[in-house]
């Protein structure tokens, strides 16, 4: 049996949730399981809009004791649950494709396979500090002129604001302030409070790891691994992608962390890039979306060739936008920067 855990996070309301159980009632898992629906910062007793939302559902709830950053919501569950594999959807996640599931399964069942996922990413947040700071690294004359960047992450950043502005608010103008010289001055004294620790817990690109919006692996492994407290959104990301991540600690184990395709191939991580999930071509691999994904999928060229070069550098592949494409807000801009090269290798045989 697998326990496949949907994090539900109250503040973002039954939205992300509607999305999600329209997605899983869509597609066929292909493999027995059990849903958990893990609410986090969801008031009790459980609102009645979320109680429509789970009817017709099978499921089980289960609660965080408290509001906490979402591995440490996993970590809770994986404590509460019986199951010996455990897959991790976040409050984003849309289901893209019919034995979702059957394909991460069969991708996990792999000779020295530790960590499975829909996603997966080589970039760096310590190269991209030093690329902002005009000091050599990988990323030198592959991401966008600085020009491009600023104005992609101001974009995001507004549009962001739009979306969580409180309900019957009037949406603030997408319009980007005029940046002076004080202004810039002072932005620039600001990024250097959290530079130590960006430079020293991230490793240089390429920094691998399977992305946390959607991955599965087994109850043991998760034992295995080292975790820290997890007090700020920093320690979440430290954990996805830092020097000690999910990912750099199963490959220390000596198993293999793959990226699945919606076509049910699986790549192992210098393979990523070619699997054309995240950030790259179409993403028409993708198996499980999420709100990165959409920004990438909605967003201008321009936007998609910054993404793609912050998360495969020389391997990066954009394409341009379909004319009918409208901007969809993504995950803060510092989420953008948990980042990932090496030219992609061929794509692996798909396993019958």
């Known amino acids: 049996m697998i326990a496949v855990v949907h994090l539900v996070w ?7 949730l509607h999305e999600f159980l329209a997605s899983y009632r869509r597609h ?13 910062n969801v008031p009790e007793p459980l609102p009645a809009e979320f109680e429509a939302e789970l009817q017709g559902v099978e499921h ?3 609660r965080t004791p408290e509001p906490v950053q979402d591995l440490a919501a996993y970590a809770h569950a994986a404590d509460c649950l019986e199951p010996e594999r455990l897959c991790f959807l976040n409050s984003y996640s849309a289901i893209l494709a019919p034995d979702w599931l ?6 996990l069942d792999q000779p020295r396979a530790g960590l499975v996922g829909a996603t997966g990413s080589w970039a760096s947040l310590h ?12 990323y030198r004359r592959v ?6 960047a600023r104005e992609q992450m101001r974009e995001i950043e507004l549009e962001l604001d739009a979306v969580r502005a409180p309900a019957g608010a009037a949406p603030r103008a997408l319009e980007l302030p005029r940046r002076t010289l004080i202004g810039s001055v002072l932005s620039t004294l600001r990024s250097f409070r959290p530079m130590p620790e ?52 199963v490959q220390s184990m000596d198993m293999r962390t793959l990226v699945v395709t919606r076509d049910g191939a699986f790549y192992d991580h210098p393979e990523w890039p070619a699997s054309r999930t995240f950030w790259q071509d179409e993403q028409q691999g993708l198996l499980v979306a999420d709100n990165q994904t959409r920004s ?18 020389p391997a990066s592949a954009p394409t341009p936008p379909p004319e009918s494409s409208v901007p969809y807000a993504s995950a803060p801009p510092s989420e953008l920067l948990t980042l990932s090269p090496e030219p992609p290798a061929p794509p692996p045989t798909k396993e019958p």
């Open 296 to 313: 990438y999928a909605n967003g201008s060229y321009d936007r998609r060739r910054l993404l793609s070069a912050f998360a495969w550098g």
């Open 127 to 138: 190269s991209a500090v030093l690329n902002a700071f005009l000091l050599p690294n990988p």
């Open 10 to 16: 109250g503040p973002l309301g039954t939205g992300p």
């Open 28 to 40: 066929p898992a292909g493999v027995e399981h059990e849903l958990i629906v893990l609410l986090n």
């Open 198 to 249: 960006q430079l020293l817990r991230f490793a240089p690109f390429p920094a691998y790891h399977v992305r946390t919006n959607a991955f599965m692996l087994d109850r043991s492994t998760f034992a295995a691994l080292r975790t820290r407290p997890l007090l700020r959104k920093m320690d979440a990301y430290l954990l996805e992608s830092g020097r000690a991540s999910f990912t750099s600690q």
């Open 143 to 148: 991401v966008p002129p600085r020009s491009i």
């Open 102 to 107: 059957a394909k991460l399964d069969h991708a």
């Open 60 to 62: 089980r709830l289960l």
